[in-house]
């Protein structure tokens, strides 16, 4: 009877998609379970000492991260003492991160007693000398080393990715699905889409976002996880809180705020420092990449972003109200600035809505005035119809300047102009260059011609910024195709507004200031974009086209 000790081993194999994406031709292949496993059992054929107990196999996780399931489980088997033997065909499949390795190898293993054998390494610990220990330590910082440069390889073509406007993410946001033929590329999924357009709809009517939560749950539309559950797709999400996820207003700001549905792809928000640090971080916003028109969109930019300014300006509505009002957050007191408030009594049965200033109603002792909810509206109303209303007249103006005598007048105008403007900056160049002269004969100290030269740089700065603004009023106003402005395209579709909107007042009211109960002054948007308009209109002729106007 022999007195040779048995071991009882677990054979363990591992794959990682790295390993697939790295791999090449034989070599891919051989790393493979199949073959990993195959090789274990072999060489235990050839063992009389050696009895296979179990054989573990972690496929698809990476050499760097030792929560594996199985290799934690054949750890388990270490400790309870049913194994005391690990064959691997290398140590690379054991681990790829040095430190670990290490403390596993040097460590954990002698201390249970335990027998590591890595068959292509020619590495069995139950003989390894001192230069074994050697060769452990250089094979597992090359193991180490490997990871890294596939980590640097992997970031660096996924970088070019992002830059190429693919997208990255495991899941498609919600309205989206990616292409079959691409799946870097997003397309409209067209349920969810109909759903996402409502969203931003109801937003843009003063829907808050508690109120639209509540119409898709009245309307048994399914949240986005379910949403896609319900489609086969294996989606979890730490937001969810019950048996089944259900719609919340933060779900619905989510969507609201995501440049995704603009047809922007907004990607590398959030990285890892190095392959060893599983953690996320939040990038620099510097280090985002940004890529516009990336896909289709299902709302488009310029809604997307009058929603971005009403989610800023919208303020607490209570429970029982599903709409914010049109003026919430854009009303100021004209004494102290502060923001005015909407307050509501009843008084002898009847209600009164006014806007009083905050610091007054909370005892800070302004004198601000209190104005009715009813005036205040009529007089904004008023007040923007008015605007619109001149904005029109003005581009119409310039629309019969356009084909009239007035057009070759303007633009001799403006040809001088850049006549001027540009023998002006020839004068500057050519003192620069008579400084330099007197420079080079002593006239000049460096120091004085060097401020010299700063002088003139900033002189014909200047000039070449006045010359792209004259070329760009010749071609914005004297262009044969010019139609009307974006912006007036967006004041015009309320010329006939009756009653006032959450909407209109977001896309048309920067703010209104009560200065008092028959003074208000108001900032509207497009403040500059009117004041260039007029300030351009053609001198010679205005008063006969005013005339013709009223």
Same mark, same amino acid.
């Given at each position: 009877?022999?007195?040779?000790?048995?071991?009882?081993?677990?054979?363990?194999?591992?794959?990682?998609?790295?390993?697939?994406?790295?791999?090449?031709?034989?070599?891919?292949?051989?790393?493979?379970?199949?073959?990993?496993?195959?090789?274990?059992?072999?060489?235990?054929?050839?063992?009389?000492?050696?009895?296979?107990?179990?054989?573990?196999?972690?496929?698809?996780?990476?050499?760097?991260?030792?929560?594996?399931?199985?290799?934690?489980?054949?750890?388990?088997?270490?400790?309870?003492?049913?194994?005391?033997?690990?064959?691997?065909?290398?140590?690379?499949?054991?681990?790829?991160?040095?430190?670990?390795?290490?403390?596993?190898?040097?460590?954990?293993?002698?201390?249970?007693?335990?027998?590591?054998?890595?068959?292509?390494?020619?590495?069995?610990?139950?003989?390894?000398?001192?230069?074994?220990?050697?060769?452990?330590?250089?094979?597992?910082?090359? %193991?180490?080393?490997?990871? $890294?440069?596939?980590?640097?390889?992997?970031?660096?073509?996924?970088?070019? #990715? +992002?830059? =190429? @406007? !693919?997208?990255?993410?495991?899941?498609?946001?919600?309205?989206?699905?990616?292409?079959?033929?691409?799946?870097?590329?997003?397309?409209?999924?067209?349920?969810?889409?109909?759903?996402?357009?409502?969203?931003?709809?109801?937003?843009?009517?003063?829907?808050?976002? %508690?109120?639209?939560?509540? $119409?898709?749950?009245?309307?048994?539309?399914?949240?986005?996880?379910?949403? #896609? +559950?319900? =489609? @086969? !797709?294996?989606?979890?999400?730490?937001?969810?809180?019950?048996?089944?996820?259900?719609?919340?207003?933060?779900?619905?700001?989510?969507?609201?705020?995501?440049?995704?549905?603009?047809?922007?792809?907004?990607?590398?928000?959030?990285?890892?420092?190095?392959?060893?640090?599983?953690?996320?971080?939040?990038?620099?916003?510097?280090?985002?990449?940004?890529?516009?028109?990336?896909?289709?969109?299902?709302?488009?930019?310029?809604?997307?972003?009058?929603?971005?300014?009403?989610?800023?300006?919208?303020?607490?509505?209570?429970?029982?109200?599903?709409?914010?009002?049109?003026?919430?957050?854009?009303?100021?007191?004209?004494?102290?600035?502060?923001?005015?408030?909407?307050?509501?009594?009843?008084?002898?049965?009847?209600?009164?809505?006014?806007?009083?200033?905050?610091?007054?109603?909370?005892?800070?002792?302004?004198?601000?005035?209190?104005?009715?909810?009813?005036?205040?509206?009529?007089?904004?109303?008023?007040?923007?119809?008015?605007?619109?209303?001149?904005?029109?007249?003005?581009?119409?103006?310039?629309?019969?300047?356009?084909?009239?005598?007035?057009?070759?007048?303007?633009?001799?105008?403006?040809?001088?102009?850049?006549?001027?403007?540009?023998?002006?900056?020839?004068?500057?160049?050519?003192?620069?260059?008579?400084?330099?002269?007197?420079?080079?004969?002593?006239?000049?100290?460096?120091?004085?011609?060097?401020?010299?030269?700063?002088?003139?740089?900033?002189?014909?700065?200047?000039?070449?910024?006045?010359?792209?603004?004259?070329?760009?009023?010749?071609?914005?106003?004297?262009?044969?195709?010019?139609?009307?402005?974006?912006?007036?395209?967006?004041?015009?579709?309320?010329?006939?507004?009756?009653?006032?909107?959450?909407?209109?007042?977001?896309?048309?009211?920067?703010?209104?200031?009560?200065?008092?109960?028959?003074?208000?002054?108001?900032?509207?948007?497009?403040?500059?974009?009117?004041?260039?308009?007029?300030?351009?209109?053609?001198?010679?002729?205005?008063?006969?086209?005013?005339?013709?106007?009223?």
């Amino acid at each position: 009877m022999s007195d040779m000790k048995t071991y009882r081993a677990a054979g363990y194999v591992r794959l990682s998609k790295e390993d697939y994406e790295s791999g090449i031709g034989l070599r891919a292949e051989s790393n493979s379970i199949t073959n990993q496993k195959q090789m274990i059992l072999d060489f235990v054929q050839t063992k009389q000492d050696i009895e296979l107990v179990s054989m573990r196999e972690d496929d698809g996780y990476t050499g760097t991260d030792y929560e594996r399931p199985d290799f934690k489980q054949m750890l388990g088997d270490i400790k309870n003492g049913i194994i005391n033997c690990v064959i691997v065909k290398d140590l690379s499949r054991f681990g790829r991160e040095y430190i670990n390795a290490g403390k596993y190898i040097d460590r954990l293993f002698p201390y249970y007693g335990v027998r590591l054998i890595a068959i292509n390494d020619h590495i069995d610990t139950i003989t390894r000398s001192g230069s074994d220990n050697f060769n452990i330590m250089i094979r597992n910082l090359m %193991n180490d080393n490997y990871c $890294r440069d596939i980590s640097i390889k992997v970031r660096s073509q996924l970088q070019v #990715k +992002r830059k =190429k @406007g !693919e997208f990255l993410g495991a899941f498609s946001p919600y309205g989206y699905m990616k292409d079959e033929e691409n799946k870097n590329k997003l397309v409209i999924d067209p349920y969810p889409a109909q759903i996402v357009k409502d969203i931003f709809s109801w937003k843009l009517n003063g829907l808050s976002q %508690n109120a639209i939560c509540k $119409r898709l749950q009245m309307q048994g539309i399914l949240a986005p996880c379910e949403y #896609k +559950r319900s =489609k @086969g !797709e294996r989606y979890m999400t730490p937001f969810k809180t019950g048996q089944q996820a259900q719609w919340t207003p933060v779900a619905v700001r989510r969507i609201l705020t995501n440049p995704v549905y603009a047809g922007t792809l907004v990607q590398g928000v959030y990285s890892r420092p190095n392959h060893k640090i599983k953690n996320r971080l939040l990038n620099d916003r510097n280090k985002w990449v940004i890529v516009e028109q990336a896909h289709e969109s299902i709302v488009s930019p310029q809604m997307f972003n009058l929603v971005q300014r009403l989610l800023e300006l919208d303020t607490r509505t209570s429970p029982n109200e599903e709409y914010v009002y049109p003026l919430a957050g854009l009303v100021v007191c004209g004494k102290c600035h502060s923001p005015m408030v909407r307050k509501t009594t009843v008084s002898k049965g009847k209600r009164y809505v006014y806007y009083v200033c905050s610091s007054r109603k909370n005892g800070h002792g302004c004198a601000g005035v209190t104005i009715s909810e009813n005036v205040l509206e009529s007089c904004v109303l008023d007040l923007l119809r008015e605007h619109i209303k001149t904005a029109i007249e003005l581009d119409e103006c310039l629309g019969r300047a356009k084909e009239s005598g007035l057009r070759e007048f303007s633009m001799v105008k403006l040809e001088k102009r850049l006549a001027e403007n540009s023998k002006q900056m020839d004068r500057y160049r050519r003192w620069k260059i008579d400084a330099y002269e007197d420079y080079k004969e002593g006239v000049l100290s460096k120091e004085d011609y060097l401020d010299i030269c700063r002088q003139f740089d900033r002189k014909l700065s200047a000039g070449e910024n006045a010359e792209e603004q004259l070329r760009k009023e010749m071609d914005m106003y004297f262009d044969s195709g010019r139609g009307m402005a974006q912006w007036l395209q967006e004041l015009v579709k309320y010329r006939s507004l009756v009653h006032l909107t959450r909407s209109a007042v977001a896309e048309c009211v920067e703010s209104v200031e009560v200065i008092a109960e028959d003074k208000l002054e108001i900032s509207f948007i497009h403040a500059s974009d009117f004041a260039f308009l007029n300030e351009h209109m053609p001198d010679a002729g205005m008063e006969k086209e005013k005339e013709r106007i009223g």
